[in-house]
T-cell receptor
Framework: NAGVTQTPKFQVLKTGQSMTLQCAQDMNHEYMSWYRQDPGMGLRLIHYSVGAGITDQGEVPNGYNVSRSTTEDFPLRLLSAAPSQTSVYFCASSYSETAFFDITFGSGTRLTVV | QQQVKQSPQSLIVQKGGISIINCAYE??????FPWYQQFPGKGPALLIA?????SEKKEGRFTISFNKSAKQFSLHIMDSQPGDSATYFCAARGSFGTGTRLKVLA
């Protein structure tokens, strides 16, 4: 089925460890983004990309890196995990930066940092 | 800072009642106002959206009312059902509200 695929679905990390959250979409969408969802905070934008080779920071970028080598993939890297990064992470895509009405979300990755 | 402010944080409605969720925005350049619905363990999904050139849009039991002068828009769920129990987010230009957790009692 077409859509946004995130892996893993669940992950537990120790403080200081690094890891990569994977995200892939098969809809040929140019715009991809990462959000974190925390209770009472809604969805906050971490990083986004308007196309292959182009990335930019969102509202809460510290502690995260991204790259966009292909249109399909947009991995999110945690450099040195901290308990404050415990959250549910969603990858999303849309066909253009302005087409926010057409955002498709993945099913999420629940990350716990101990 | 929060570019869209959503209220209430939570809402409990009896089956058959009307659920109303409100959202206010600051940036007059926003040109599209969607609402997303999220069930537990799932990602948000687009529910309904409106452009600022109309004051109301209805899709089944879901209606968006838009007030451009007040910079507000709201989601109305008519004849609310237990299956509508979910978290609802308003959004504008990639900024999301903090969410409203709706519970519809059977």
């Amino acid at each position: 089925n077409a859509g946004v695929t995130q892996t893993p679905k669940f992950q537990v990390l120790k403080t200081g460890q690094s890891m990569t959250l994977q995200c892939a979409q098969d809809m040929n969408h140019e715009y991809m983004s990462w959000y974190r969802q925390d209770p009472g905070m809604g969805l906050r934008l971490i990083h986004y990309s308007v196309g292959a080779g182009i990335t930019d920071q969102g509202e809460v970028p510290n502690g995260y890196n991204v790259s966009r080598s292909t249109t399909e993939d947009f991995p999110l890297r945690l450099l040195s995990a901290a308990p404050s990064q415990t959250s549910v992470y969603f990858c999303a895509s849309s066909y253009s930066e302005t087409a926010f009405f057409d955002i498709t979300f993945g099913s999420g990755t629940r990350l716990t940092v101990v | 800072q929060q570019q869209v402010k959503q209220s209430p944080q939570s809402l409990i409605v009896q089956k058959g009642g009307i659920s109303i969720i409100n959202c206010a925005y600051e940036n007059t350049a926003f040109d599209y106002f969607p609402w997303y619905q999220q069930f537990p363990g799932k990602g948000p999904a687009l529910l309904i959206a409106i452009r600022p050139d109309v004051s109301e849009k209805k899709e089944g039991r879901f209606t968006i009312s838009f007030n451009k002068s007040a910079k507000q828009f709201s989601l109305h769920i008519m004849d609310s059902q237990p299956g509508d129990s979910a978290t609802y987010f308003c959004a504008a230009r990639g900024s999301f509200g903090t969410g409203t957790r709706l519970k519809v009692l059977a």
